[in-house]
């Protein structure tokens, strides 16, 4: 089985900054992806950064200015470094991964517990 450990969220004033991380821990082969998502107060979840195995990114265009995300293949980790964070940004932040298991499973897909960020106006 996998998990996921979430980590950097916090209350922080409009325009500050937080870096949020997660880390994949299990019998993991590879990691296809890793990926932020949000969910905010009566909004939908949405997609906010997603990174492959390759290098290859993508971004909320509402953040894509502002946000950068990175990872670490070695130690199967990313960060979302949030920086000029609007009260807009105020959700749960959730990692999600696509991973192939050691053995195979056909559960691919593992979700972390969700980090609160806040931010006030």
């Known amino acids: 089985q996998v998990q996921l450990t979430e980590s950097g969220g916090g209350l922080v004033q409009a325009g500050g900054s937080l870096r949020l991380s997660c880390a994949a821990f299990g019998s993991i082969r590879s990691i296809n992806y890793m990926a932020w998502y949000r969910q905010g107060p009566g909004k939908p979840r949405e997609l906010v950064a997603k990174?492959?195995?390759?290098?290859?990114?993508n971004y909320l265009d509402s953040v894509k200015d502002r946000f950068t995300i990175s990872r670490d293949n070695a130690k199967n980790s990313m960060d979302l470094q949030m920086r000029s964070l609007k009260p807009d940004d105020t959700a749960v932040y959730y990692c999600n991964v696509e991973v192939e298991t050691i053995p195979w499973s056909n559960e691919r897909h593992y979700w972390g517990q969700g980090t609160q960020v806040t931010v006030s106006p």
């Open positions: 990174i492959t195995s390759d290098g290859r990114v």
